[in-house]
């Protein structure tokens, strides 16, 4: 397995496991995150710390699971799916593709998030 391929292993099963600090330990110092991808990029650990709380915060259980991984050199493609329950009890489900590019330490350098987080906001919130 190639450390790309390792870092992506990380950086999923740290959502799983609601682990922000072992996700956190992914990034590069300098690190650019597009979530969405046609978001602004975000860059630092607030930055970081604040997208992960809005990530996970209206989820009282969420499942992630990378459907497909695709690793060529220090870039992967993920497919993932994700299913969660919010707090009022609301069930929701999305689906994404992630580009994720690492460094030669095996850290994430640039992240780029194909989703559309307003359906999960609908599916939570009801509007």
């Not at 330990?25 to 709380?53: K, Y």
């Not at 999305?94 to 350098?109: M, P």
């Amino acid at each position: 397995m190639s450390t790309t391929h390792a870092t992506v292993e990380s950086y999923y099963a740290a959502l799983r496991a609601g682990d922000v600090e072992s996700w956190l330990a992914l990034f590069a110092p300098g690190a650019v995150v597009h979530n969405p991808a046609d978001a602004a990029p975000l860059s630092g650990l607030a930055a970081l710390r604040d997208l992960w709380e809005e990530l996970t915060c209206p989820f009282r259980r969420l499942g992630v699971t990378e459907d497909l991984v695709v690793v060529t050199g220090g870039r992967a493609a993920v497919k993932w799916s994700v299913s969660g329950e919010g707090w009022t009890g609301q069930h929701a489900d999305a689906e994404g593709i992630d580009i994720i590019d690492t460094n030669g330490a095996a850290l994430i350098t640039e992240l780029r998030s194909y989703w559309q987080p307003e359906r999960v906001r609908s599916q939570l919130c009801g509007a």
